[in-house]
Each structure stands twice: as structure tokens, then as C-alpha cells.
């Protein structure tokens, strides 16, 4: 996802509750410290296909936001 935002393609990080210091560290550490990162409910692992559609209905206003954000 680093080398995509630092080509200049619109990206995002989805991530659950306790992932968030991480992502922000790998953003870091990979040179891309603005990486934005949407947050879903934890956790997404051993859910149901319902339960993964809803968290894809909560990731996909903020990514829309991310868009809106990077692109004039």
C-alpha cells in the first residue's frame, strides 16, 4: 500500500480497533507517515459473511472521504 500512495494512487489502510499503533508504525517505517487508515469494528477474523459486509459498510464512507481528500 506504501509504494501505491507513493506513486500517487489514492489508498488507504482498513484496520481493526487494536491494529491502529501498528499501521501507523508500518506507514511510518515504509516512508508514508500521512497513510490514511480507516477504521473498522473489531475483530474481522471468524465472523460471518454478514458481519464482514457490515464492516466493509462502515470502512466504505470513510474511504470515500480519503477520495474526495486526494483527488481535485
Same mark, same amino acid.
Given at each position: 500500500?506504501?509504494?501505491?500512495? !507513493?506513486? $500517487?494512487?489514492?489508498? %488507504?489502510?482498513?484496520?481493526?480497533? @487494536?491494529?491502529? !499503533?501498528? $499501521?501507523?508504525?508500518? %506507514?511510518?517505517?515504509?516512508?508514508? @507517515? ?39
Amino acid at each position: 500500500m506504501c509504494e501505491l500512495r !507513493k506513486r $500517487g494512487l489514492v489508498t %488507504a489502510v482498513i484496520y481493526s480497533g @487494536p491494529f491502529e !499503533k501498528l $499501521g501507523r508504525n508500518q %506507514a511510518r517505517t515504509f516512508g508514508v @507517515p500521512e497513510l490514511p487508515l480507516v477504521e473498522i469494528t473489531h475483530p474481522l477474523g471468524g465472523i460471518s459473511i454478514d458481519d464482514v459486509k457490515s464492516r466493509a459498510g462502515e470502512a466504505a464512507p470513510q474511504f470515500a472521504k480519503v477520495v474526495k481528500a486526494n483527488v481535485s
